[in-house]
């Protein structure tokens, strides 16, 4: 079975600082990680994935995310926010094989806000 | 361009009706899915069809049931609405390869009074 934790519900950075918003998973066969972005008022649309290719994951609008499977996390990072950045953001989680059809199973979100 | 479409945005009903929320996907995707959104909770998944007639319980089933009689359509019906019930609502549709992410659609926002 799979499984998603976002630490910290609520993420308050300044306009130029970095951005960090964690996501640690729990799955039984290799997983497959993205991060989606909801800015209000809108649906969700991906920001990036890891499908191990390899273990930095590139977005849209400068994110990263990190794969580490050795911590089970899948961290994502903005070296500066915008003030464009305030948004939701899901972490989830899905896996095929040994029985894994692809369900996916998101994280209870992190809202990131943007001081001037 | 790949389209999930909900078939309302905003829906409001009242308590004890039969409420149907109807999902169609045009990307020919296996896995079709229904969650619940709600403030502080993030999206919780209801259901999930990753075939035509199969289906796999999420981590809220009770008070809803899914059909999946066509690979494109995905329906949450919500048996004897309740005020508990009231939430977004969002379908989202994916492909039987890890590689490829779900598309969401808008999502209904449903009320129940």
């Known amino acids: 079975a799979q499984s998603v934790t976002q630490l910290g519900s609520h993420v308050s950075v300044s306009e130029g600082a970095l951005v960090l918003l964690r996501c640690n998973y729990s799955s039984s066969v290799p997983p497959y990680l993205f991060w989606y972005v909801q800015y209000p008022n809108q649906g969700l649309q991906l920001l990036l994935k890891?499908?191990?290719?390899?273990?930095l994951a590139k977005g849209i609008n400068g994110f990263e995310a990190e794969f580490k499977k050795s911590e089970t996390s899948f961290h994502l990072t903005k070296p500066s926010a915008h003030m464009s950045d305030a948004a939701e953001y899901f972490c989830?989680?899905?896996?095929?094989?040994?029985?894994?059809?692809?369900?996916?199973?998101f994280g209870q979100g992190t809202t990131l806000q943007v001081k001037p | 361009d790949v389209k999930v479409t909900q078939s309302s945005r905003y829906l409001v009903k009242r308590t004890g009706e039969k409420v149907f929320l109807e999902c169609v996907q045009d990307?020919?995707?296996?896995?079709m899915f229904w969650y619940r959104q709600d403030p502080g909770l993030g999206l919780r998944l209801i259901y999930f069809?990753?075939?035509?007639?199969?289906?796999e319980k999420g981590d809220i089933p009770e008070g809803y049931s899914v059909s999946r009689e066509k690979k494109e359509r995905f329906s949450l019906i919500l048996e004897s609405a309740s005020t508990n019930q009231t939430s977004m609502y969002l379908c989202?549709?994916?492909?039987?390869?890890?590689?490829?992410?779900?598309?969401f659609g808008q999502g209904t926002r449903l009320t129940v009074v």
């Open positions: 890891y499908t191990s290719a390899a273990t």
């Open positions: 989202a549709s994916s492909p039987h390869t890890g590689t490829t992410e779900a598309f």
């Open positions: 989830a989680v899905s896996a095929y094989g040994s029985g894994n059809t692809g369900k996916l199973i």
């Open positions: 990307m020919d995707h296996e896995n």
């Open positions: 069809s990753y075939d035509v007639k199969m289906k």
